[in-house]
């Protein structure tokens, strides 16, 4: 059964860090490149990071850039979101997901622009004094 398991939320102060994981089970990640998505209450889904099967190419929403940072260990089988400098409004459901995609460049291309194929069922980031 192909799926994909997210830890690492939890709650912390404004400026704090926390690290996410994505773990994949039953496929090899080799083959897809992997994004990070939020939704948080009343909001649509934002797609927040991508990274490609190589890590050849990586993409950050505005938002995030220069406090998120996306890293992968195929042998590992996981994919990780650094994110620093938290603030109230990163404040969502975080969710992994995986797209079949064998180009290193995937992500500096498409990043969200096309239907992801598996999605984890989301870990709950709450950053509050």
């Known amino acids: 059964q192909l799926q994909l398991a997210e830890s690492g939320g939890g709650l912390v102060q404004p400026g704090g860090s926390l690290r996410l994981s994505c773990l994949a089970s039953g496929f090899t990640l080799d083959y897809y490149a992997i994004g990070w998505f939020r939704q948080a209450p009343g909001k649509e889904r934002e797609g927040v990071s991508c990274?490609?099967?190589?890590?050849?190419?990586?993409y950050y929403a505005d938002s995030v850039k220069a406090r998120f940072t996306i890293s992968r260990s195929n042998a590992r089988n996981t994919v990780y979101l650094q994110m620093n400098n938290l603030k109230p409004e990163d404040t969502a459901v975080y969710y992994c997901a995986a797209i079949k995609a064998l180009s290193d460049y995937y992500c500096s291309q498409y990043a969200f622009g096309t239907p992801y194929d598996y999605w984890g069922q989301g870990t709950q980031v709450t950053v509050s004094s």
């Open positions: 990274i490609s099967r190589y890590s050849g190419s990586t």
